[in-house]
């Protein structure tokens, strides 16, 4: 879609970003390879496919950061901007484990279930790190962009989009933290929301990407080519907004037809219990 409906954009970005887009993909083809031959290999070798499946999801998220943090400071070669790129490299694996273990807390029990709590209350705290530094280069980097927040009355108007995320941030925090109580009977944290921290976890993200958005646009690259000049022939892009049409409801309901299907808790299965017979 990018190659078709913006294709200066896309040779600019990409050329910039060969590098973290390559090891992002041998990440994430190595990540599916190691899901699949986990299960299907002899009990002595799976912690070898575990081992390539937690290096490789490494590898992809951290990729995906460096790309991110190259992006917002509109591939900046200034001194700072690629340790400043790594380290939103490392903290958007936080952020993935944040949803990962919200989602766990949601679909499990048990050992599992209070193992995702403390994954989740570490990997907030670098969550919102993350967070603050991309909007902090953004302001810094790209006049436009602090024009664009910083403004009368631009700031006033603005406000609930910092204040919901410092809100969302609060809400997990106390969320998580309801859900580490030691019980007074049964579970621990019995009595706390479980489908809470992963609700305000993905409403977190959203807000940051709508934070993003707004920052950038119409920029598609940050203070060097804007939506206009990059896009391609109004033929192209009549055909990619039909494509889109079509296939976008459809992405959509399969989607959510799969969290209907596979609603309510997880139970044990050869993915989870090393033990169990391979059929």
Same mark, same amino acid.
Do not use: N
């Given at each position: 879609i990018l190659l078709a409906a913006f294709p200066v954009a896309h040779g600019m970005i990409l050329g910039m970003l060969y590098l973290p887009v390559a090891m992002m993909l041998s990440g994430l083809m190595l990540r599916g390879a190691a899901f699949e031959f986990r299960v299907k290999a002899p009990i002595r070798h799976r912690r070898w496919w575990d081992g390539a499946f937690c290096g490789a999801s490494l590898l992809a998220a951290v990729s995906q950061g460096v790309m991110l943090g190259r992006y917002v400071t509109g591939f900046s070669e200034a001194a700072w901007a690629w340790p400043f790129a790594l380290g939103v490299g490392l903290a958007l694996p936080a952020g993935y484990a944040l949803l990962g273990a919200a989602w766990l807390i949601m679909k499990t029990t048990g050992e599992i279930r209070r193992r995702?709590?403390?994954? #989740?209350?570490?990997?907030?705290?670098?969550?919102?790190?993350?967070?603050?530094?991309?909007?902090?280069?953004?302001?810094?980097?790209?006049?436009?962009?602090?024009?664009?927040?910083? $403004?009368?009355?631009?700031?006033? #108007?603005?406000?609930?989009?910092?204040?919901?995320?410092?809100?969302?941030?609060?809400?997990?925090?106390?969320?998580?933290?309801?859900?580490?109580?030691?019980?007074?009977?049964?579970?621990?944290?019995?009595?706390?929301?479980?489908?809470?921290?992963?609700?305000?976890?993905?409403?977190?993200? #959203?807000?940051?990407?709508? #934070?993003?958005? *707004?920052?950038?646009?119409?920029?598609?690259? $940050?203070?060097?080519?804007?939506?206009?000049?990059?896009?391609?022939?109004?033929?192209?892009?009549?055909?990619?907004? $039909?494509?889109?049409?079509?296939?976008?409801?459809?992405?959509?309901?399969?989607?959510? *037809?799969?969290?209907?299907?596979?609603?309510?808790?997880?139970?044990?299965?050869?993915?989870?219990?090393?033990?169990?017979?391979?059929?």
């Open positions: 995702a709590v403390g994954w #989740g209350r570490r990997s907030l705290r670098g969550t919102a790190l993350g967070m603050a530094a991309i909007s902090l280069a953004t302001l810094m980097c790209l006049p436009d962009v602090a024009a664009k927040w910083l $403004a009368m009355p631009m700031p006033i #108007g603005l406000a609930p989009l910092p204040l919901a995320t410092l809100v969302l941030i609060a809400v997990l925090e106390w969320s998580l933290r309801c859900l580490s109580r030691p019980p007074a009977s049964g579970e621990e944290g019995e009595g706390c929301p479980e489908w809470l921290p992963f609700f305000a976890a993905v409403g977190l993200f #959203g807000l940051g990407f709508a #934070g993003l958005a *707004y920052s950038l646009f119409p920029s598609l690259v $940050a203070g060097r080519l804007d939506l206009w000049q990059a896009a391609g022939s109004p033929a192209s892009l009549r055909f990619l907004l $039909a494509g889109v049409a079509l296939v976008l409801p459809f992405i959509v309901f399969y989607t959510v *037809y799969v969290h209907w299907v596979f609603r309510g808790k997880l139970t044990a299965g050869p993915y989870q219990d090393r033990s169990a017979p391979l059929l």
